[in-house]
């Protein structure tokens, strides 16, 4: 099922009973989703008539025991589980008691399952979509998200500029849930109507992943001074070395495929499809990249592994060996 006809099904009078399967990665729409059927079941005698999972194999016995028994001074029951991780990779008998329940719902139940990751070849998965309704969260477009952000504070009684809503969005990145967050902040930090560009370089700091991408962006085109301030930037925030590092090998292995996908004649948005990533990232990325050959970037991954390895074996200091690494790249 699409967003929009699940926004359009919750619209409807009748309660949300049944089988829902929200995944993705857009953590924020997924919660909102699940908030609006929790809203609308409007279950009363909660501990009775809602229980929640996170994060865990569901027990099985103490579930069985929730969906056997009926609604106790309300209408409904609501079972919320969240990353069960079970629609990835499930035991059998996780299997065999989750199709057989998915398959005979009381009508008086909802059960909604928030997942990071599916498996759409597994059993479970394809009987969730059989008997219920799944849902792909997948992180928005910027015109979504800069739709969003211009309604967002409009509810709140400010307003700003699409280009300052974009750039807010770049400094966030693509995520709802990160630009709901600065958002809120900005409107709180905002005396006046409006939330200007330089409200939200006082109070929105850039994504982490962002400022590895300049990092990237300024090493490969040669400039190791202001890839060095980037770094120097990262020690001072504190921000710890081995998820900047897995960043950064990340942003030369999407160079790499991205390179490597061109090579082959592949448009932009077969690019985009093949590699899982938004049209305008396969842009920056296919434009970072020109200057390199596949090879060139297949050795620059190489030589990041060595580090890493040479870092793990406890030779060398972390920030230390990256400047290095930076300089290195930048004399390609």
Known sequence: MQLKELKAKLKESAPPHGLYLFFGEEEYLKRRYQAMIRDKLAVTAEEFNLLSIKNEKPDLAAVHSFLESPPFASESKLLMIKNSGIFKAAAEDQKTFWTQAFSSLPDYLCIVFCEEQVDKRSVLYKAADKHGTAVQFDLQDTDAICSFVLLEAKKMGKTLQRETALYLIERCGDSLEAVTSELDKLISYCDGPEI?????????????????????????????????????????LKEPYQRVSYLLFQSFEKLYKARVLSDHNMQLPAIAAQTGLKPFIVKKYLSLGRRYSAETLRKIMKSFAETDLQLRSGIGDDWTALEEFILKISAY
């Open 196 to 236: 200007t560009r330089s409200a939200v370089d006082a109070v929105v700091s850039r994504a982490l992943s962002n400022r590895v991408f300049e990092l990237t962006d300024a090493a490969m085109n040669q400039k190791p001074a202001a890839a060095l301030l980037i770094i120097q930037e990262l020690i001072e």
